[in-house]
């Protein structure tokens, strides 16, 4: 079946370094979504990808999906502590499949 | 514009008790997706309802199981409750075909099984 992997599990930077945050399907992807969850809350949607090869941007954070549309990362410059929790890629083949989630802890 | 809401928030259960929990979806949301999150993981597809049917399952046993009511709200019902099924019980509503396809989270019930 489909399967989601997610690299690093844990990340701790200093403010103000950068983040990266990769994700692999098993499968090819109709799109990908990616949410964020802070300690104690439930997956907040951060964005969707769809097309092959897309970027997208959000301020600090730039999100890829590849061209096979089987992976992506999320990138996040210069880090703040408001960045603090654990980002999860979710993708969707006929469901929508999380990954195990990179845990960002933040450094003042 | 009420968002996802989940009950209980917490509950606690001995080993082979049933439990009920409940979700109303966003409003003008008309699917409902359940996911169980354990602790430092990320959350896991049980199963989608929608126009009062399951349309897909993750892979779980049959004691999990659910419905969904013609307002759009969903139970979930696990039987025979193990000491894994303890987690956060998280349900995620969304409207089916729209373009985003985003999923929003209720604040979950987390189930302790002792």
């Known amino acids: 079946g489909q399967q989601v992997m997610q690299i690093p599990q844990y990340q701790h930077v200093q403010e103000g370094e950068d983040f990266t945050t990769y994700c692999n399907s098993s499968?090819?992807?109709?799109?990908i979504q990616w949410y964020k969850q802070r300690p104690g809350g439930h997956p907040v949607f951060l964005i969707q990808?769809?097309?092959?090869?897309e970027v997208k941007k959000q301020k600090r954070l730039t999100f890829q999906f590849g061209e096979a549309k089987k992976n992506s990362s999320l990138h996040i410059t210069a880090t703040q502590t408001t960045d603090v929790g654990t980002y999860f890629c979710?993708?969707?083949?006929?469901?929508?499949?999380f990954g195990a989630g990179t845990r960002l802890t933040v450094k003042p | 514009d009420a968002g996802v809401t989940q009950s209980p928030t917490h509950l606690i259960k001995t080993r082979g008790q049933q439990v009920t929990l409940r979700c109303s979806p966003k409003?003008?949301?008309?699917?409902v997706s359940w996911y169980q999150q354990a602790l430092g993981q990320g959350p896991q597809f049980i199963f989608q309802?929608?126009?009062?049917?399951?349309?897909q399952r993750g892979n779980f046993p049959d004691r999990f199981s659910g419905h969904q009511f013609p307002n759009y709200s969903s139970e979930l019902n696990v039987n025979a409750l193990l000491l894994g099924d303890s987690a956060l019980y998280l349900c995620?509503?969304?409207?089916?075909?729209?373009?985003?396809?985003?999923?929003?989270f209720g604040e979950g019930s987390r189930l302790t099984v002792l």
């Open positions: 309802y929608y126009e009062e049917e399951e349309r």
């Open positions: 995620a509503s969304s409207l089916m075909g729209a373009n985003t396809g985003e999923l929003f």
């Open positions: 979710a993708g969707r083949n006929n469901d929508m499949r």
């Open positions: 499968t090819t992807l109709s799109n």
């Open positions: 409003s003008g949301h008309d699917t």
């Open positions: 990808l769809v097309k092959s090869g």
